[in-house]
């Protein structure tokens, strides 16, 4: 199977920098997504990292370790509309390669 | 492109009743999946049909839950004599054949209370 962890919470101040972790366990791998998620929205797709390392889009930023098991998203130039979850998903070797999300980290921006 | 749509938005219902949502993929999307979310939650995977097969269920999804595709575009899930933990935003996504990366375009969601 595959599991997810992830912080529930994480408050920063607007115009600064927070980075959301992400650890995975899973069998076979084969790439990390991120979505976001407004209140009573529907996720919308951020980022995927297939290979170690770095993606970036505009402010936001994607890393993955796969030998770490572990990713991370980096928010830079943090503003109000940032305020949502953010969800990691994984995908592993089961089945039809569907994603597993995790739980979600909460993100509180605060003025 | 509209994106994905369902309908509908809200249902709210009796325990013991049957409900039934609907799904309108993006038109050139094959991937079609149905992911049921709780307060506080990721979405959870419930099915997934590649055009009008139904290639994968969760074991979330027990024989009171049943979903179809028949022509290979839009979806419709169906949960008979709901129970109270049903209560959920049932959310729908596609994807197209051409992404290997499997990226999910959401709908807005069809948030289900059941009394």
Same mark, same amino acid.
Request: overall charge neutral; some cysteine; aromatic content about 12%.
């Given at each position: ?46 980022? $995927?990292?297939? /290979?170690?390392? =770095? ?5 936001? *930023?994607? +890393?993955?370790?796969?030998?770490? &098991?572990? @990713? $991370?998203?980096? /928010?830079?130039? =943090? ?5 949502? *979850?953010? +969800?990691?998903?994984?995908?592993? &070797?089961? @089945? ?8 979600g ?7 | ?15 013991g ?92 969601g069809?948030r289900?209370?059941?009394?």
């Amino acid at each position: 199977g595959q599991s997810l962890e992830q912080p529930s919470e994480v408050t920063a101040v607007e115009g600064a920098i927070v980075q959301i972790n992400c650890t995975y366990q899973t069998s076979g791998f084969y790439g990390l997504s991120w979505y976001q998620q407004h209140d009573g929205g529907a996720p919308t797709f951020l980022s $995927y990292n297939a /290979l170690d390392g =770095l993606e970036e889009t505009g402010r936001f *930023s994607s +890393f993955l370790s796969r030998s770490d &098991s572990y @990713g $991370y998203l980096l /928010l830079q130039e =943090l503003q109000m509309k940032d305020s949502a *979850s953010y +969800f990691c998903a994984v995908r592993g &070797s089961g @089945g039809s390669y569907i994603p597993t999300f995790g739980r979600g980290t909460s993100l509180i921006v605060h003025p | 492109d509209t994106g994905v749509s369902q309908n509908p938005r809200h249902k709210i219902t009796k325990r013991g009743q049957n409900v039934t949502f609907r799904c309108d993929p993006i038109s050139e999307h094959n991937r079609l999946y149905w992911y049921r979310q709780t307060l506080g939650q990721g979405p959870e995977f419930l099915t997934y049909f590649q055009n009008e097969a139904q290639l994968e269920k969760s074991r979330l999804l027990s024989d009171r839950f049943s979903a179809e595709r028949p022509k290979g575009s839009f979806s419709t899930l169906e949960i008979q004599r709901t129970e109270q933990g049903d209560s959920a935003m049932y959310l729908c996504a596609s994807s197209p054949r051409t992404d290997p990366t499997r990226t999910q375009y959401f709908g807005p969601g069809t948030r289900l209370l059941v009394l």
